[in-house]
Protein backbone atom coordinates (compact mmCIF):
# COMPACT_ATOMS: atom_id res chain seq x y z
CA UNK A 1 0.00 0.00 0.00
CA UNK A 2 2.60 2.31 0.46
CA UNK A 3 3.04 2.93 -3.44
CA UNK A 4 -0.36 3.95 -3.50
CA UNK A 5 0.02 6.28 -0.60
CA UNK A 6 3.03 8.03 -2.18
CA UNK A 7 1.08 8.09 -5.87
CA UNK A 8 -1.92 9.85 -3.75
CA UNK A 9 0.67 12.18 -2.23
CA UNK A 10 1.74 12.48 -5.84
CA UNK A 11 -1.28 14.15 -7.28
CA UNK A 12 -2.24 15.82 -4.66
CA UNK A 13 1.00 18.13 -4.95
CA UNK A 14 0.49 18.30 -8.63
CA UNK A 15 -2.61 20.16 -8.01
CA UNK A 16 -1.77 22.55 -4.88
CA UNK A 17 1.96 22.65 -6.73
CA UNK A 18 3.05 25.89 -4.95
CA UNK A 19 1.12 25.71 -1.55
CA UNK A 20 1.58 23.95 1.94
CA UNK A 21 -1.35 21.21 3.05
CA UNK A 22 -0.99 20.07 6.37
CA UNK A 23 -3.23 17.21 7.95
CA UNK A 24 -4.10 16.72 11.48
CA UNK A 25 -3.97 13.46 12.99
CA UNK A 26 -7.44 12.29 15.01
CA UNK A 27 -7.58 13.17 18.87
CA UNK A 28 -8.48 10.58 21.09
CA UNK A 29 -12.59 10.26 21.65
CA UNK A 30 -13.11 9.80 25.59
CA UNK A 31 -16.13 7.15 26.12
CA UNK A 32 -16.38 8.29 29.85
CA UNK A 33 -14.11 9.46 32.77
CA UNK A 34 -10.64 8.46 31.67
CA UNK A 35 -11.75 5.66 29.32
CA UNK A 36 -10.83 6.04 25.70
CA UNK A 37 -12.85 4.82 23.00
CA UNK A 38 -10.41 2.36 20.57
CA UNK A 39 -8.98 4.85 18.00
CA UNK A 40 -9.93 5.55 14.76
CA UNK A 41 -7.70 7.99 12.10
CA UNK A 42 -8.59 10.93 10.64
CA UNK A 43 -9.51 10.10 7.11
CA UNK A 44 -7.48 12.09 5.10
CA UNK A 45 -5.16 11.84 7.11
CA UNK A 46 -5.29 7.72 7.03
CA UNK A 47 -5.87 8.52 3.18
CA UNK A 48 -2.38 10.49 2.65
CA UNK A 49 0.07 8.36 5.06
CA UNK A 50 -1.68 5.17 6.48
CA UNK A 51 -0.41 6.04 9.65
CA UNK A 52 -2.04 5.32 11.99
CA UNK A 53 -1.28 6.97 15.87
CA UNK A 54 -2.79 10.19 17.17
CA UNK A 55 -1.08 13.03 17.95
CA UNK A 56 0.35 13.57 14.48
CA UNK A 57 0.82 16.10 11.71
CA UNK A 58 1.50 15.58 7.69
CA UNK A 59 3.01 18.06 5.54
CA UNK A 60 2.79 18.34 2.37
CA UNK A 61 5.27 20.93 0.84
CA UNK A 62 5.66 19.96 -3.08
CA UNK A 63 8.07 23.50 -3.60
CA UNK A 64 10.37 22.35 -0.76
CA UNK A 65 13.56 21.83 -1.98
CA UNK A 66 14.22 18.73 -0.01
CA UNK A 67 11.08 17.72 1.98
CA UNK A 68 8.07 16.89 0.10
CA UNK A 69 6.15 14.57 3.06
CA UNK A 70 6.64 15.28 6.32
CA UNK A 71 5.77 13.88 9.34
CA UNK A 72 5.80 14.77 12.91
CA UNK A 73 4.89 11.70 15.41
CA UNK A 74 4.93 10.84 19.25
CA UNK A 75 8.69 9.76 19.69
CA UNK A 76 9.44 6.33 21.07
CA UNK A 77 8.55 6.53 25.27
CA UNK A 78 8.81 2.72 26.84
CA UNK A 79 6.83 3.93 29.62
CA UNK A 80 3.92 5.33 27.59
CA UNK A 81 3.96 2.17 25.64
CA UNK A 82 3.65 -0.06 28.53
CA UNK A 83 0.29 1.26 29.03
CA UNK A 84 -0.95 2.63 25.26
CA UNK A 85 0.57 0.48 23.29
CA UNK A 86 3.86 0.15 20.95
CA UNK A 87 4.48 4.09 19.12
CA UNK A 88 6.18 3.92 15.49
CA UNK A 89 8.49 6.26 16.62
CA UNK A 90 10.27 9.02 14.39
CA UNK A 91 13.49 6.47 13.17
CA UNK A 92 10.85 3.92 11.93
CA UNK A 93 8.37 6.49 10.70
CA UNK A 94 10.49 7.52 8.17
CA UNK A 95 11.60 3.67 6.75
CA UNK A 96 8.13 2.32 6.99
CA UNK A 97 5.83 5.36 6.10
CA UNK A 98 7.89 6.95 3.10
CA UNK A 99 8.49 10.53 4.58
CA UNK A 100 11.42 13.07 3.57
CA UNK A 101 11.50 14.02 6.93
CA UNK A 102 9.82 13.16 10.91
CA UNK A 103 10.04 15.26 13.87
CA UNK A 104 8.91 14.59 17.13
CA UNK A 105 5.89 16.16 17.67
CA UNK A 106 7.08 18.09 20.31
CA UNK A 107 9.52 19.88 17.80
CA UNK A 108 6.50 21.25 15.48
CA UNK A 109 6.52 24.76 16.41
CA UNK A 110 10.89 24.74 15.19
CA UNK A 111 10.37 23.31 12.44
CA UNK A 112 6.74 23.98 10.51
CA UNK A 113 7.76 27.52 9.58
CA UNK A 114 10.02 26.40 6.83
CA UNK A 115 7.66 24.37 5.12
CA UNK A 116 4.88 27.03 4.96
CA UNK A 117 7.39 29.96 4.21
CA UNK A 118 8.28 29.28 0.81
CA UNK A 119 4.10 28.90 -0.23
CA UNK A 120 1.84 30.79 -1.77
CA UNK A 121 -1.03 29.36 0.24
CA UNK A 122 -1.58 26.97 3.00
CA UNK A 123 -4.26 23.90 2.78
CA UNK A 124 -5.75 23.29 6.02
CA UNK A 125 -9.08 22.37 7.58
CA UNK A 126 -9.84 23.95 10.63
CA UNK A 127 -10.67 20.90 13.37
CA UNK A 128 -11.88 20.28 17.07
CA UNK A 129 -8.37 20.59 18.00
CA UNK A 130 -8.59 24.71 18.76
CA UNK A 131 -5.21 24.43 20.18
CA UNK A 132 -3.50 23.11 17.01
CA UNK A 133 -5.70 25.84 15.18
CA UNK A 134 -4.45 28.36 16.61
CA UNK A 135 -1.03 27.41 16.67
CA UNK A 136 -1.14 26.99 13.10
CA UNK A 137 -2.97 30.40 12.88
CA UNK A 138 0.17 32.07 14.60
CA UNK A 139 2.76 30.84 11.98
CA UNK A 140 0.52 31.95 9.41
CA UNK A 141 0.13 35.87 10.95
CA UNK A 142 3.84 35.51 11.38
CA UNK A 143 4.37 34.86 8.10
CA UNK A 144 1.64 37.43 6.47
CA UNK A 145 3.85 39.96 8.55
CA UNK A 146 6.83 39.59 6.28
CA UNK A 147 4.58 39.25 2.89
CA UNK A 148 5.20 43.03 2.29
CA UNK A 149 8.56 43.35 2.66
CA UNK A 150 9.83 39.56 1.14
CA UNK A 151 6.96 39.85 -1.66
CA UNK A 152 6.33 36.07 -1.01
CA UNK A 153 4.74 34.03 1.52
CA UNK A 154 1.14 32.14 2.03
CA UNK A 155 -1.56 34.85 1.34
CA UNK A 156 -4.57 32.88 1.85
CA UNK A 157 -5.96 29.90 3.75
CA UNK A 158 -8.00 27.56 2.33
CA UNK A 159 -9.65 24.18 3.11
CA UNK A 160 -8.15 20.97 1.74
CA UNK A 161 -11.00 19.34 0.76
CA UNK A 162 -11.60 21.01 -2.48
CA UNK A 163 -8.26 19.65 -4.09
CA UNK A 164 -8.06 16.51 -2.19
CA UNK A 165 -11.87 15.52 -2.04
CA UNK A 166 -12.29 15.39 -5.60
CA UNK A 167 -9.73 12.43 -5.50
CA UNK A 168 -11.14 10.29 -3.24
CA UNK A 169 -14.00 10.45 -4.66
CA UNK A 170 -12.83 8.07 -7.17
CA UNK A 171 -11.24 4.87 -5.77
CA UNK A 172 -8.66 2.56 -6.73
CA UNK A 173 -8.52 -0.52 -7.63
CA UNK A 174 -6.64 -1.53 -4.11
CA UNK A 175 -9.77 0.70 -2.43
CA UNK A 176 -12.57 -1.43 -4.56
CA UNK A 177 -10.55 -4.18 -3.05
CA UNK A 178 -11.37 -3.17 0.71
CA UNK A 179 -14.84 -2.14 -0.30
CA UNK A 180 -15.46 -5.88 -1.84
CA UNK A 181 -14.10 -7.15 1.61
CA UNK A 182 -16.27 -5.13 3.40
CA UNK A 183 -19.02 -6.07 1.54
CA UNK A 184 -18.41 -9.53 1.53
CA UNK A 185 -18.26 -10.02 5.11
CA UNK A 186 -21.27 -8.02 5.47
CA UNK A 187 -23.45 -10.24 3.00
CA UNK A 188 -22.52 -12.99 5.44
CA UNK A 189 -23.80 -11.66 8.37
CA UNK A 190 -26.97 -10.81 6.77
CA UNK A 191 -27.69 -13.72 5.85
CA UNK A 192 -26.72 -14.81 9.39
CA UNK A 193 -29.41 -12.27 10.73
CA UNK A 194 -31.98 -14.00 8.28
CA UNK A 195 -31.34 -17.25 9.59
CA UNK A 196 -31.49 -16.10 13.23
CA UNK A 197 -34.25 -13.83 12.66
CA UNK A 198 -37.64 -15.20 14.64
CA UNK A 199 -40.54 -14.01 17.35
CA UNK A 200 -39.49 -13.82 20.74
CA UNK A 201 -35.79 -13.10 20.16
CA UNK A 202 -34.57 -9.62 20.46
CA UNK A 203 -33.17 -7.15 18.65
CA UNK A 204 -30.08 -7.18 20.31
CA UNK A 205 -28.99 -11.15 19.62
CA UNK A 206 -28.86 -10.34 15.61
CA UNK A 207 -26.80 -7.47 16.05
CA UNK A 208 -24.87 -8.93 18.56
CA UNK A 209 -24.38 -11.59 16.02
CA UNK A 210 -23.34 -9.66 13.08
CA UNK A 211 -21.13 -7.98 14.67
CA UNK A 212 -19.42 -10.96 16.31
CA UNK A 213 -19.07 -11.61 12.54
CA UNK A 214 -18.00 -8.34 11.17
CA UNK A 215 -14.46 -9.21 14.13
CA UNK A 216 -14.55 -12.76 13.11
CA UNK A 217 -14.11 -12.27 9.30
CA UNK A 218 -11.33 -9.83 10.24
CA UNK A 219 -13.49 -5.89 9.73
CA UNK A 220 -12.52 -3.57 12.31
CA UNK A 221 -16.45 -3.84 13.51
CA UNK A 222 -19.53 -2.18 12.41
CA UNK A 223 -19.02 0.77 10.03
CA UNK A 224 -21.32 2.54 11.57
CA UNK A 225 -23.70 1.79 15.29
CA UNK A 226 -26.05 -1.21 13.61
CA UNK A 227 -29.75 -0.71 13.46
CA UNK A 228 -31.89 -3.57 13.89
CA UNK A 229 -35.51 -2.36 14.19
CA UNK A 230 -38.67 -4.81 14.29
CA UNK A 231 -42.19 -3.60 13.67
CA UNK A 232 -42.74 0.17 14.64
CA UNK A 233 -38.97 0.74 15.34
CA UNK A 234 -38.76 0.59 11.61
CA UNK A 235 -40.10 4.02 11.02
CA UNK A 236 -37.18 5.64 13.10
CA UNK A 237 -34.23 6.15 10.61
CA UNK A 238 -31.23 5.84 13.10
CA UNK A 239 -33.49 3.66 15.45
CA UNK A 240 -30.23 2.51 17.65
CA UNK A 241 -31.41 1.22 21.02
CA UNK A 242 -32.07 -2.51 19.16
CA UNK A 243 -33.80 -3.54 22.42
CA UNK A 244 -37.29 -4.60 21.13
CA UNK A 245 -38.62 -8.16 21.40
CA UNK A 246 -39.70 -9.16 18.06
CA UNK A 247 -43.18 -10.27 17.62
CA UNK A 248 -46.05 -12.25 15.26
CA UNK A 249 -45.85 -10.53 11.91
CA UNK A 250 -43.57 -7.85 12.42
CA UNK A 251 -41.35 -6.46 9.67
CA UNK A 252 -37.40 -6.62 10.80
CA UNK A 253 -35.56 -3.68 9.10
CA UNK A 254 -31.45 -4.01 9.11
CA UNK A 255 -29.06 -1.36 8.16
CA UNK A 256 -25.54 -2.90 9.42
CA UNK A 257 -22.49 -3.59 7.53
CA UNK A 258 -19.04 -4.04 8.47
CA UNK A 259 -15.47 -1.65 8.02
CA UNK A 260 -12.75 -3.63 6.68
CA UNK A 261 -9.34 -1.62 7.11
CA UNK A 262 -11.38 1.75 7.39
CA UNK A 263 -13.38 0.79 4.23
CA UNK A 264 -17.13 0.56 4.76
CA UNK A 265 -20.22 -1.41 3.73
CA UNK A 266 -23.62 -0.09 4.26
CA UNK A 267 -26.24 -2.34 3.47
CA UNK A 268 -30.45 -2.27 4.35
CA UNK A 269 -32.79 -5.02 4.16
CA UNK A 270 -36.37 -5.61 5.26
CA UNK A 271 -37.92 -8.95 5.78
CA UNK A 272 -41.31 -10.34 7.43
CA UNK A 273 -39.77 -12.53 10.55
CA UNK A 274 -42.12 -15.65 9.77
CA UNK A 275 -41.65 -15.45 6.18
CA UNK A 276 -45.21 -13.60 4.99
CA UNK A 277 -46.36 -10.16 4.90
CA UNK A 278 -49.79 -8.84 5.50
CA UNK A 279 -51.08 -7.53 2.86
CA UNK A 280 -50.53 -3.98 3.81
CA UNK A 281 -46.62 -4.97 4.18
CA UNK A 282 -46.38 -6.43 1.08
CA UNK A 283 -47.74 -3.47 -1.01
CA UNK A 284 -45.13 -1.22 0.79
CA UNK A 285 -42.67 -3.44 0.43
CA UNK A 286 -43.12 -4.13 -3.73
CA UNK A 287 -43.34 -0.10 -3.87
CA UNK A 288 -40.18 0.43 -2.23
CA UNK A 289 -38.07 -2.22 -4.27
CA UNK A 290 -39.47 -0.68 -7.63
CA UNK A 291 -38.99 2.60 -6.56
CA UNK A 292 -35.01 0.89 -5.26
CA UNK A 293 -34.56 -1.13 -9.03
CA UNK A 294 -35.45 2.08 -10.75
CA UNK A 295 -32.69 4.07 -9.09
CA UNK A 296 -30.37 1.85 -9.02
CA UNK A 297 -30.57 2.03 -13.01
CA UNK A 298 -30.42 5.35 -13.64
CA UNK A 299 -27.10 5.02 -11.96
CA UNK A 300 -24.97 5.94 -14.93
CA UNK A 301 -21.50 7.20 -16.26
CA UNK A 302 -22.39 11.10 -17.12
CA UNK A 303 -26.18 10.91 -15.71
CA UNK A 304 -26.76 13.92 -12.73
CA UNK A 305 -25.99 12.36 -9.46
CA UNK A 306 -29.65 14.32 -8.16
CA UNK A 307 -31.66 11.56 -11.39
CA UNK A 308 -31.35 8.38 -9.32
CA UNK A 309 -33.30 10.61 -6.04
CA UNK A 310 -36.00 11.81 -8.25
CA UNK A 311 -36.27 8.51 -10.29
CA UNK A 312 -37.22 7.14 -6.45
CA UNK A 313 -38.72 9.92 -5.12
CA UNK A 314 -41.80 9.72 -8.42
CA UNK A 315 -42.29 5.87 -8.27
CA UNK A 316 -42.96 6.26 -4.67
CA UNK A 317 -45.26 9.11 -4.72
CA UNK A 318 -47.12 8.27 -7.71
CA UNK A 319 -47.43 4.62 -5.40
CA UNK A 320 -48.89 6.33 -2.46
CA UNK A 321 -51.24 8.31 -4.69
CA UNK A 322 -52.37 4.96 -6.05
CA UNK A 323 -53.00 3.69 -2.66
CA UNK A 324 -54.76 6.80 -1.44
CA UNK A 325 -52.21 7.97 1.23
CA UNK A 326 -51.70 10.96 -0.74
CA UNK A 327 -53.75 13.45 -3.12
CA UNK A 328 -52.90 15.45 -5.71
CA UNK A 329 -51.05 15.54 -9.00
CA UNK A 330 -47.53 13.49 -8.79
CA UNK A 331 -45.74 16.53 -9.79
CA UNK A 332 -47.47 18.98 -7.73
CA UNK A 333 -46.72 16.51 -4.33
CA UNK A 334 -43.74 16.25 -5.16
CA UNK A 335 -42.99 19.99 -5.73
CA UNK A 336 -44.30 20.89 -2.57
CA UNK A 337 -42.66 18.05 -0.86
CA UNK A 338 -46.09 16.27 -0.19
CA UNK A 339 -44.40 13.01 -0.14
CA UNK A 340 -41.77 13.94 2.91
CA UNK A 341 -43.70 12.36 6.33
CA UNK A 342 -43.62 8.88 4.20
CA UNK A 343 -39.85 9.59 2.88
CA UNK A 344 -37.85 12.05 4.15
CA UNK A 345 -34.24 11.23 3.32
CA UNK A 346 -32.55 11.25 0.34
CA UNK A 347 -31.88 8.49 -1.70
CA UNK A 348 -28.15 7.88 -0.98
CA UNK A 349 -24.72 8.70 -0.71
CA UNK A 350 -21.25 8.14 -1.25
CA UNK A 351 -19.44 5.58 -0.12
CA UNK A 352 -15.46 4.87 0.87
CA UNK A 353 -13.11 5.48 3.78
CA UNK A 354 -16.09 7.05 5.15
CA UNK A 355 -19.54 6.17 5.06
CA UNK A 356 -20.98 9.10 4.28
CA UNK A 357 -17.78 9.44 2.12
CA UNK A 358 -16.59 12.79 0.95
CA UNK A 359 -16.96 14.02 -2.59
CA UNK A 360 -19.43 17.08 -3.79
CA UNK A 361 -23.27 16.40 -4.69
CA UNK A 362 -23.46 19.63 -6.70
CA UNK A 363 -20.60 21.60 -9.20
CA UNK A 364 -22.38 24.25 -8.19
CA UNK A 365 -26.23 26.28 -7.29
CA UNK A 366 -27.52 24.50 -11.06
CA UNK A 367 -25.43 21.92 -11.21
CA UNK A 368 -25.34 18.43 -9.98
CA UNK A 369 -21.97 16.25 -10.10
CA UNK A 370 -22.49 13.58 -13.07
CA UNK A 371 -21.51 10.06 -12.12
CA UNK A 372 -17.88 8.98 -13.21
CA UNK A 373 -16.70 5.68 -12.84
CA UNK A 374 -15.14 4.53 -9.85
CA UNK A 375 -17.72 6.54 -7.65
CA UNK A 376 -19.13 3.83 -4.88
CA UNK A 377 -22.79 5.27 -4.10
CA UNK A 378 -25.26 3.68 -1.79
CA UNK A 379 -29.35 3.82 -2.89
CA UNK A 380 -31.85 3.48 -0.13
CA UNK A 381 -35.37 4.38 -1.07
CA UNK A 382 -37.74 3.58 2.07
CA UNK A 383 -41.18 4.14 3.42
CA UNK A 384 -42.27 5.50 6.92
CA UNK A 385 -45.58 5.17 8.12
CA UNK A 386 -44.91 6.51 12.23
CA UNK A 387 -47.57 5.52 14.34
CA UNK A 388 -48.36 9.04 14.76
CA UNK A 389 -48.02 10.58 11.02
CA UNK A 390 -48.83 13.72 10.63
CA UNK A 391 -49.77 15.14 6.85
CA UNK A 392 -50.32 17.98 5.22
CA UNK A 393 -54.14 19.79 6.43
CA UNK A 394 -55.22 18.73 2.34
CA UNK A 395 -54.34 15.14 2.83
CA UNK A 396 -56.02 12.22 3.80
CA UNK A 397 -55.79 10.97 7.10
CA UNK A 398 -53.81 7.71 7.24
CA UNK A 399 -55.84 4.61 7.58
CA UNK A 400 -54.83 2.65 10.93
CA UNK A 401 -54.03 -0.20 8.92
CA UNK A 402 -50.30 1.04 7.30
CA UNK A 403 -49.80 2.54 10.58
CA UNK A 404 -46.12 1.47 11.80
CA UNK A 405 -44.76 0.39 9.04
CA UNK A 406 -41.16 1.12 8.14
CA UNK A 407 -39.16 0.11 4.67
CA UNK A 408 -35.94 0.63 3.49
CA UNK A 409 -33.55 -1.18 0.74
CA UNK A 410 -30.43 -0.07 0.06
CA UNK A 411 -27.61 -1.56 -1.74
CA UNK A 412 -23.82 -0.42 -2.90
CA UNK A 413 -23.86 0.80 -6.25
CA UNK A 414 -20.00 1.02 -7.96
CA UNK A 415 -20.72 3.05 -10.87
CA UNK A 416 -18.56 1.58 -13.94
CA UNK A 417 -17.35 2.46 -17.58
CA UNK A 418 -20.61 1.45 -19.27
CA UNK A 419 -23.01 1.21 -16.47
CA UNK A 420 -23.07 -0.14 -12.73
CA UNK A 421 -22.26 -3.21 -10.47
CA UNK A 422 -24.77 -3.57 -7.27
CA UNK A 423 -21.92 -4.92 -5.27
CA UNK A 424 -24.44 -5.76 -2.55
CA UNK A 425 -26.45 -8.10 -5.38
CA UNK A 426 -26.09 -11.34 -3.21
CA UNK A 427 -28.25 -10.25 -0.03
CA UNK A 428 -31.43 -11.33 -0.96
CA UNK A 429 -34.41 -8.64 -1.70
CA UNK A 430 -36.56 -10.26 -4.25
CA UNK A 431 -40.15 -11.36 -3.04
CA UNK A 432 -39.68 -14.86 -3.88
CA UNK A 433 -36.44 -14.52 -1.99
CA UNK A 434 -37.74 -13.14 1.45
CA UNK A 435 -40.67 -15.05 1.64
CA UNK A 436 -42.27 -18.58 2.77
CA UNK A 437 -44.05 -20.20 -0.04
Known amino acids: MQAEYRQRRQKLMETIRTGTAIFRSAPMAVMHGDVEYNFRQESDFFYLTGFNEPNAVAVIAPHHEEHQFVLFVQPKDPLMETWTGYRVGVDLAKAEYGADEVYPITELDEHLPQYLAGADRIYYRLGRDRTFNQTLLDHWQCLLAKVPKEGIGPIALEDPITVLHPQRLIKSESELALIRKAVEISIEAHHLAREMAQPGRYEYEIQAEMERLFRLRGGVGPAYPSIVASGFNACILH ?131 PFQPGQVVTVEPGLYIGLDIQLAEDQPEVPEKWRGIGIRIEDDVLVTADGHEVLTAAVPKSMAAITTP
Open 239 to 369: YTENTRQIQDQDLLLIDAACSYEYYNADITRTFPVQGRFTPEQQILYELVLTAQEAAIAQVQPGKPYNVFHDTAVKVLTQGLVDLGLLQGTVETLIEEEKYKPFYMHRTGHWLGLDVHDVGVYKQNKDTWQ
